[in-house]
């Protein structure tokens, strides 16, 4: 009577045993003051011009003449439009407002889309990998069983030092890819030339990339992609997933928006008409109030104040990746995304290296391991704390790091 596939998937464990840890650290030490560099979740707080939008949005929903409802399950022109004038016509792309979906997060719309799939679709992951694109698809059942650690039926396709963290073209065919630039975790990024492959390998293959752009705010490298659609050819292909989340500190209002290319097709259907037909069956609109802020990051003013947020992380990013340079270890991610990537020192595994972090120089990141089976030995460390918070936590991690490899061997011995 239940779905099986809700008992093959391994609780989430990752963020609940963090906090476990640090709390018990914290509650051991009450004294030290513990710098959370864990985080995947913005601090700064939302840009003025946002805000602003949002105050004339809830006086018109206090008069009757300026009340809205039920908005259009699309998303709302304004904004539709918006979207378009500020994240595609600048870059040569030719997405019209009609093939924006506005949404409540990404998260909701990469865990949505593997609904427009057969049950026996193939899929591919990079390895390590945000996990809700897997999550979504074991609990379709597409997945097979978890067994030591991987799932059977899916395809790893493992990003590591080997091959700078760049996801290879899978061996065999698969129907479905997800792909994710600025990669969270490991915070690098595809270039022009990695989705020029990508783009031609699913055309060959009659596959369909799904491209995660939640961090393309943080691309400053000109010579990057900022959307799949740059590429020629692309609309035929994929659909991409932005968010208002990381790039305009949205993750606590909620807005994202999903692009299905009216060109995008498979065996005589239009993907764009069964994304519309799903989107209006089972959602009813983001909220007016945030569509109204979401516009105002487009505003002069919004731009330039999200933009500033940014620079702030990406501040904060630089530090992260130069201290960790300086003590000798070698890092990707941190230029073109909030987060900075690295194999852990000394040999230690990725709870290991969590343990000292936190017990020797009271720093809190991510085990690489929670994001896959490639995460294994690594570590993510984020931009997203206060300039204050990182510039302390990058001098105890300067300190801290040359005289790890001889702790250890003292601990092995002991
Ligand atoms: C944070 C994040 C998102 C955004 O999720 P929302 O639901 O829009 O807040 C999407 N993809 C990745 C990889 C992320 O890290």
Same mark, same amino acid.
């Given at each position: 009577?239940?779905?099986?596939? !809700? =008992?093959?998937?391994?609780?989430?464990?990752? *963020?609940?045993?963090?906090?476990?840890?640090? %709390?018990?650290y914290q509650d051991a030490h009450p004294d030290e003051r513990v710098l959370r560099l864990g985080i995947g979740d913005v601090t700064r707080p939302l840009a003025p011009a946002v805000v602003d939008a949002l105050h004339d949005a809830v006086a018109e929903q206090a008069s009757g003449e300026s009340f809205r409802g039920y908005g259009p399950e699309q998303g709302y022109a304004f904004l539709r439009?918006?979207?378009?004038? @500020?994240?595609? +016509?600048?870059i040569g792309t030719a997405i019209a407002?009609?093939?924006? *979906?506005? @949404?409540?997060? %990404?998260?909701t719309d990469t865990a949505g889309v593997q609904e427009l799939f057969a049950a026996d679709a193939t899929i591919a992951v990079s390895d390590p990998v945000y996990p809700?694109?897997?999550? %979504?698809?074991?609990? +379709? =059942?597409?997945?097979?069983?978890f067994v030591d650690g991987r799932w059977e039926q899916l395809t790893y396709l493992e990003c590591t030092a080997e091959n700078g963290y760049v996801p290879a073209l899978p061996e065999a065919p698969v129907d479905l890819v997800y792909l994710c630039s600025p990669n969270n975790p490991t915070g690098t990024s595809l270039s022009r030339a990695d989705l020029e492959r990508w783009v031609a390998w699913a055309r060959e293959n009659n596959a369909i990339i799904l491209f995660d752009?939640? !961090?393309?705010? *943080?691309?400053?490298d000109p010579t990057v992609p900022r959307s799949i659609y740059e590429i020629e050819g692309a609309d035929e292909v994929a659909i991409e997933f932005g968010s208002f989340s990381k790039t305009a500190g949205f993750t606590g209002l909620r807005c994202s928006w999903t692009v299905v290319p009216k060109a995008l097709t498979r065996d005589g259907a239009s993907l764009h008409a069964m994304w519309s037909r799903r989107h209006a069956t089972k959602f009813n609109g983001t909220p007016y109030i945030v569509q109204r802020g979401?516009?105002?990051?487009?505003?002069?003013?919004?731009?330039?104040?999200?933009?500033?947020?940014?620079? !702030?992380y990406l501040r904060n990013a630089g530090l992260i990746r130069d201290a960790l340079r300086g003590a000798g270890i070698d890092t990707v991610g941190g230029v073109d995304s909030p987060y900075v990537w690295f194999r852990c020192p000394a040999g230690l595994d990725s709870w290991a290296f969590f343990d000292v972090l936190l017990n020797e120089a009271q720093v809190v990141g991510t085990p690489g391991v929670g994001f896959g089976p490639a995460g294994e030995d690594h570590f993510r460390l984020s931009a997203f704390g206060t300039y204050e918070d990182t510039l302390e936590a990058v001098a105890r991690i300067s300190s801290l790091v040359p005289t790890l490899h001889s702790t250890t061997l003292i601990r092995s011995e002991s």
């Open positions: 009577m239940i779905n099986p596939h !809700y =008992g093959n998937i391994p609780p989430s464990y990752l *963020f609940s045993e963090v906090a476990a840890r640090v %709390s018990a439009d918006a979207i378009v004038a @500020g994240e595609y +016509a600048p407002a009609d093939e924006i *979906f506005v @949404g409540d997060g %990404s998260k809700v694109y897997v999550d %979504s698809n074991a609990l +379709a =059942g597409r997945l097979g069983e752009v939640a !961090y393309r705010a *943080f691309v400053t979401a516009e105002a990051v487009y505003s002069e003013a919004g731009r330039e104040q999200v933009q500033a947020d940014i620079d !702030y």
